[in-house]
């Protein structure tokens, strides 16, 4: 079995700041990870993965991401925020060679300017 | 550029009727999911297509079945909708590692 977990539903920073959305993960073997982001009112955007390799990914808009084997956790980051970041953030899990993703359920990022 | 498209994006219908949700995408990618999205339970993964005619279930099959005859479509259909299959219901295409989304057909079931 696999699981995600983001425990922050909501997030909230001032324009400027340093971001950190949390995603912690179980599942038995190297899992594959992803963020992916949903503006307002859109679908969403495929943000970066990791697969293996590097721990620490880089990914579009700025956005970067560290995979931590130790604490099952992959972790989103950025520095500057802008207030354009302002959306849902999904981390995903893919397990095995299914192909199957298992998402957590979302962080809402609100970036005051 | 990388294109999914869906039809319809907005579907009301009442209980009991059913339902065909369409999915295509240009890229001739092999495999495509069908997706939920209800508040608060972030996107829920119904079915996997991994070529024609080869379609495998998600975690949330129940009342719910697939149909993919042509690489390009994917086709989801509710037979006798209920009115907790209300959501917003998304497609994507695989392309290596990456989905690409469409965007979604909300559908409300009364």
């Known amino acids: 079995a696999q699981s995600v977990d983001q425990p922050d539903a909501h997030v909230t920073l001032s324009e400027g700041a340093s971001l950190e959305l949390r995603c912690s993960y179980s599942?038995?073997?190297?899992?594959?990870l992803f963020w992916y982001v949903q503006y307002p009112g859109q679908s969403l955007q495929f943000l970066l993965k990791?697969?293996?390799?590097?721990?620490v990914v880089k990914g579009t808009k700025g956005f970067e991401a560290e995979f931590r084997k130790s604490n099952s956790s992959f972790n989103l980051k950025k520095s500057p925020a802008h207030w354009s970041d302002s959306a849902k953030y999904f981390c995903?899990?893919?397990?095995?060679?299914?192909?199957?993703?298992?998402f957590g359920k979302g962080t809402k990022l609100s970036v005051k300017s | 550029d990388m294109k999914v498209t869906q039809m319809p994006r907005y579907l009301i219908k009442r209980m009991g009727e059913n339902v065909l949700l369409e999915c295509g995408q240009d890229?001739?990618?092999?495999?495509m999911y069908w997706y939920r999205q209800d508040p608060g339970l972030g996107l829920q993964l119904i079915y996997i297509?991994?070529?024609?005619?080869?379609?495998s279930e998600g975690d949330i099959p129940k009342g719910y079945r697939v149909s993919r005859k042509k690489r390009e479509h994917f086709s989801l259909i509710l037979d006798s909708a209920k009115t907790n299959q209300t959501s917003v219901y998304f497609c994507?295409?695989?392309?290596?590692?990456?989905?690409?989304f469409g965007p979604g057909t909300r559908l409300t079931v009364l």
């Open positions: 995903a899990l893919e397990g095995g060679s299914n192909a199957k993703l298992t």
């Open positions: 994507a295409s695989r392309q290596g590692y990456e989905q690409y």
């Open positions: 990791y697969i293996t390799g590097d721990t």
């Open positions: 890229m001739s990618h092999e495999t």
């Open positions: 297509s991994y070529d024609v005619d080869s379609n």
């Open positions: 599942y038995s073997a190297a899992p594959y």
